[in-house]
Structure formats: C-alpha cells, structure tokens
C-alpha cells in the first residue's frame, strides 16, 4: 500500500451567499495583471446555468476527463485525444473555449478616469465599457463571470444547462418557469484532482501533482502552452496567459498551505462556507477507482481514502516517512469527517473520472412558511421540508455530485434535514429528538460535531492544515515533476528525473544543456557521483 497525501476541501453550498468576496480575493493577489485579465481561478456561479466558460460541463462539446477503455492493462484513456491525436494538432487544439466563451467580446473594465476628471461637463459624466485588451471603448457586453448571477437569464441560458439530461423538456422548462425556478450558488477552484486530467494530456510535462500535499500545478519553465490542459480539464480552471504565453491555473495558494495557512478566498469567505483538511489515499488503487461503473464512482472514492486511525495505515506511513504532524491533522480533518464518516459531501461530477478532491455538501431547499389570512409569515405545522418536497428536483442534484445516482444525494440530504430537526427540537421543543438521528445512522456526538462545524466553527477547525517539513520532503516541488506526457520531446533533452537538490550546473558532470538534470555520465569523472 503506497500512501499518498493530498489537501482536500469541501464546500457547503447550504450557505454559501454568493457574494463573490472568495473571486475578489483570489483576483487581487493572483490575477489582477496584464495577461491574466479574463482568468477567474476562483467563481461563483449560480446553477441552473452554463457556467463560466459556456458549457464548461458539457464534455461531449469540450472532450474532458476520462473515458473508460475496458482494457485491465489501461483502463482509461483521456477523452480529448490520443497520442496520434495529440502529434496531428499539436499547432492547432480545436477542443477549447474560445475567449468570447469567457468573456463576451473580451474582458472589460469602465471609464473610472470620466467619473475622476475635475473638467466641467454639460452632462453627468458616466462609466463607459471599455476593453482591457485592446482600449477599445463603448464596447458591447455580452457575456462576463458571473452572467447568471441569482438566476438571470436562467430562463434561456438554463435550458442548456446539462444537468437536466435526466428531466424531459417539458419538466425542465416548467422549473425554469417564474413560479417554479429554483437556484443556488456554486463557487468553484481548481479540484487539484487524484487523477488530474491536465497532467495526463501535458506533452511537455509541465502540469505535475506535489507528492507532499497533492496540490497540481504548472511548471512555467517547462510549459509550451500546448493547451491540451484546457481541453483535458472537464472543469476548465486552466487558462492561457497571452502575455507570458504560459498556461496558468489555481495553485490553491500553496505558500499559505506550507505554513498552516488557509487560502485567500477560504479566509476571506463570509459565509464560513470552506472547509480544508488533509486526506490519506491509496495510490495503488487510483485507476481501479477511476474506472469503475458511474453509479459506483461516489462509493468507490470514498474507499480510496485511508482510515487516519487505523493502526496499518499509521504503520505504513511511519515506514513512509509521513510526518506525524500530517497525521495528526488527518485524523482531526473536517474533510474526512464530511467526506467518509458522516456522507455528506460529495464530489463535483464525478462520471468525468478526475477523482476531484473539492467535494459539496448539496443544498437544502429553505424552510417552508406562508402568509396567513392577516400577513403573518407562518407555517401549517411543519416547518422542515421533507425530501420529496424539495424545491431544487433531486434528479438535477445527483447529475451534478452522483453520475445520476440518487442515492448518495439522497443520503446526504436525509441527514442535514435529520440534523435541521433535531437541533429544532433541542432548541425550540427543549426535549431532544435522536429517533431522527437513528433513523439516517447518525449519533449524537456525529450531530453535535457536525452542527459545531456547520455553523459555529472557529478558524482551526475548519482549516487543519499541517505545515510542510521541508527537511523531510521526499522531493523538492521546484525541480520534482510529473512525466505523463511525451518523454521525448523536449528541445535539448529528454525529461529526467532529479535526484539531487544542489547541483552545479558548470561542471563537467551536468552540462548546461541538461537543464540541471542528472544525465548517465562516466562516474570516473565525476568521483562515483550520479
């Protein structure tokens, strides 16, 4: 059993506000630059609704992820491409989204210098669109971000939405109806994924997985922005920088995760939506995860994660050389916690074979109340919704977090509305009611622990990150890379894999050309040195 080590996260779309304060934070540390002006690493959707960019979850459009081969010696292959594939359109990748499917006629910004300028008018001065590519002004706008934002235009853009595929028209376009629309928010990062699909279609290798802490990133040295990290990532949170000419992405703001520090948009998220913690997987069983059928895909990732307490799995990361400061944070993880031992999160499409490690506790529909004959807001008796009444339809739900199986959604659902009752009646009726808790296998203690989390939780216990101990890292991040891609196509050289943290790039052993990777030499001339 190889343990890997990933940092994992889960969101509460139960309360999520959809204030955007998460996109502003992570734009004006990472993307708030020349190149970078139409990348959102972060976003905040709101669902029913195409998404940012248009369809990105439409994979029959975009060809991401993974498909399933039925070959035991390769069971998957990325939907995109193969390698004949990849060599007959490596100038040219038809697969992706275009800029107008990020931002309309390009991003844009407004005439602030007009409302600023202390010459007199005859009119009030205003904002006007202006490009931030070009400096074209009075540009039209036509798409943006956050487009949909609290269902506009959802009655139009909805009916492309792909999560309906299991609902007939008819049904579809009565809940996109005024009376009947529902929504919610969904804010979205990278997934930093166990079977991360940017890092399989990379043909330079620059997309690699940090074995320290799972978290994908991009070597900007390597990149020669093929752009088949676009196309390969169903989540489409790679971008292309058309100034550096570099690919760029969400690199989960791993210089605060090193020292125990939560990311920009978790920190600065009001409604205390975000929680992160580190998880133990099996690394041996990642493509038998991955391909499994797609009504068993939930199940099958939660088996993938490493029980923290179990004595073998301590043993064997003791041997491994897992710190125990990771592994005491792994055991008090809020992650594995909502994850594993209570069900209620789950993975964000999970048919795209990615094994994300962002997982989402569904949304609940709100409580149930009605004006009576003299306008007071009140209820018939019951307050809570019971699961058939919901208001978001459970089939659009699981198409979302299950591969269409209901079932995991269902029991998510049933336990944040056994918890909603039970508090209810601890508070309100003062006599507490665990026949609710039994009834969808939850204790007491489970419920306690997951209101305290749900809605109380301080900074540490919704963030349990484990510094990183440099000294002990098997690999060092800057120079240790992922080789899934073509091994041979480097300029100079191919690929090699480092093995030494200080080398002299002058001498004679490691000739400039070899970029300061170890190469087969005399060990003659190099005192036995490799």
Request: charged share 30%; with cysteine; hydrophobic share 35%.
């Amino acid at each position: 059993m190889r343990i890997g080590r990933q940092i994992a996260m889960v969101f509460n779309l139960d309360k999520c506000l959809g204030c955007n304060t998460c996109t502003i934070a992570c734009k004006n540390v990472w993307t708030n630059r020349e190149g970078a002006e139409y990348m959102w690493w972060n976003n905040v959707e709101t669902k029913p609704g195409i998404g940012f960019p248009k369809e990105w979850e439409n994979q029959d459009k975009y060809k991401g992820g993974w498909e399933t081969t039925g070959n035991k010696r390769k069971p998957l292959k990325l939907r995109a491409r193969t390698r004949l594939g990849a060599m007959a359109n490596l100038f040219y990748n038809p697969v992706m989204p275009q800029l107008e499917d990020y931002s309309g006629k390009g991003p844009f910004t407004f005439t602030y210098e007009d409302l600023h300028s202390p010459e007199k008018k005859k009119q009030q001065p205003i904002g006007r669109p202006k490009s931030l590519i070009t400096g074209e002004e009075d540009i039209e706008i036509t798409w943006g971000v956050n487009w949909e934002d609290n269902a506009a235009g959802t009655h139009v853009t909805g009916k492309k939405d792909v999560n309906f595929k299991n609902i007939s028209d008819a049904e579809r376009d009565a809940l996109l109806s005024y009376e009947k629309v529902f929504y919610f928010y969904l804010p979205r990062i990278c997934n930093h994924c166990l079977n991360p699909g940017c890092a399989g279609a990379c043909p330079s290798g620059a997309a690699y997985k940090r074995e320290e802490d799972g978290i994908v990133l991009i070597d900007q040295d390597v990149c020669r922005a093929w752009r088949y990290c676009i196309t390969s990532c169903p989540y489409k949170k790679t971008y292309y920088n058309w100034r550096t000419g570099k690919m760029e992405k969400c690199i989960l703001c791993y210089p605060r995760v090193e020292t125990g520090q939560p990311p920009a948009c978790f920190h600065s998220c009001p409604g205390r939506i975000r929680y992160m913690g580190p998880l133990l997987y099996d690394l041996d069983r990642v493509a038998e995860v991955a391909s499994v059928p797609e009504d068993q895909l939930v199940e099958a990732q939660r088996s993938l994660i490493l029980d923290p307490n179990d004595p073998e799995v301590i043993a064997a990361a003791r041997e491994q050389g897992i710190s125990d400061d990771w592994m005491d944070s792994a055991r008090k993880s809020p992650v594995y916690k909502m994850v594993v031992d209570w069900n209620v999160a789950l993975p964000l499409h999970p048919e795209f074979r990615t094994l994300p490690s962002l997982f989402y506790v569904p949304p609940e529909s709100p409580m149930i109340t009605m004006l009576d004959e003299k306008g007071v807001w009140g209820s018939d008796g019951e307050w809570i919704p019971a699961l058939d009444e919901f208001r978001i339809p459970l089939k659009y739900l699981s198409a979302m977090f299950a591969a269409g199986n209901e079932e995991p959604v269902k029991v998510a659902l049933k336990r944040q509305l056994a918890l909603r009752q039970y508090k209810r009646s601890e508070q309100v009726d003062g006599v507490e009611n665990l026949k609710v808790l039994e009834e969808v296998g939850l204790t007491k203690k489970d419920a306690d622990h997951m209101f305290r989390l749900f809605s109380l939780g301080f900074l540490k216990e919704r963030f349990v990150l484990p510094t990183t101990r440099r000294e002990d890292a098997a690999a060092d991040p800057f120079i240790e890379r992922g080789f899934m891609g073509f091994d041979d196509m480097a300029t100079d050289a191919p690929l090699k894999r480092r093995e030494k943290f200080h080398v002299n790039p002058h001498r004679d052993a490691y000739p400039s050309r070899t970029n300061g990777y170890v190469v087969d030499v005399d060990p003659s001339k190099t005192g036995g040195a490799r």
